[in-house]
T-cell receptor, first 112, second 116 residues
């Protein structure tokens, strides 16, 4: 079982829809969590950090559920420009190092 | 402030050839990482470094070597390229803030490598 799992999708939604992605992780000692956005053939770029208290940035909300070991991303009022692949990243500390593990990504397609 | 840069952007190799990919960052980050990304596989960690002169193996290290002689540079080497190493390679750097929280990774634009 992969350490970090995401539903690959694609999620195909109309403009204005609300869509939610989940990402589960297996290492209970994981310390930090992020959502990245990746456009086709480009490098990933940070979308949001994920905190236990939740994090909101405009139309985007990220949540962490440590008890159930998952993080979520909610996108409200979807725009065409939100079409991309969304990657979750889980960081765990090991021997003084910080080891990132990426999920395989969830593809979002927003259509008119 | 260029962030993270990678050279080259594209390369085609024949099986058995060697090459080195260069990653450079100007943010004084301690942590640097090399990933490969294949269709449907997400980003997989090849090797990483937690500071100048240190390197460690990631999830898929076989067939690759790395060096971090200077803090700002992280080199990825392929000694004898194989078609299975055809991929997009991303370099990233990050750091830990004064609060002890791990900060975001910044990525380079990627190197698209094809091994024939």
């Amino acid at each position: 079982r992969k350490e970090v799992e995401q539903d690959p999708g694609p999620f195909n939604v109309p403009e204005g829809a609300t869509v939610a992605f989940n990402c589960t992780y297996s290492n209970s000692a994981s310390q930090s969590f992020f959502w990245y956005r990746q456009d086709c053939r480009k490098e990933p770029k940070l979308l949001m950090s994920v905190y236990s208290s939740g994090n909101e940035d405009g139309r985007f909300t990220a949540q962490l559920n440590r008890a159930s070991q998952y993080i979520s991303l909610l996108i409200r009022d979807s725009k065409l420009s939100d079409s991309a692949t969304y990657l979750c990243v889980v960081i765990h500390a090991s021997g003084g190092s910080y080891i990132p593990t990426f999920g395989r990504g969830t593809s979002l397609i927003v259509h008119p | 402030n260029a962030g993270v840069t990678q050279t080259p952007k594209f390369r085609v190799l024949k099986t058995g050839q060697s090459m080195t990919l260069l990653c450079a960052q100007d943010m004084n980050h301690e942590y640097m990482y090399w990933y490969r990304q294949d269709p449907g596989m997400g980003l997989r960690l090849i090797h990483y470094s937690v500071g100048e002169g240190t390197t460690a193996k990631g999830e898929v290290p076989d067939g690759y070597n790395v060096s971090r002689l200077k803090k700002q540079n992280f080199l990825l080497g392929l000694e004898s390229a194989a078609p299975s190493q055809t991929s997009v390679y991303f370099c990233a750097s990050s750091d830990v803030g004064t609060s002890g929280r791990y900060n975001e990774q910044f990525f380079g634009p990627g190197t698209r490598l094809t091994v024939l």
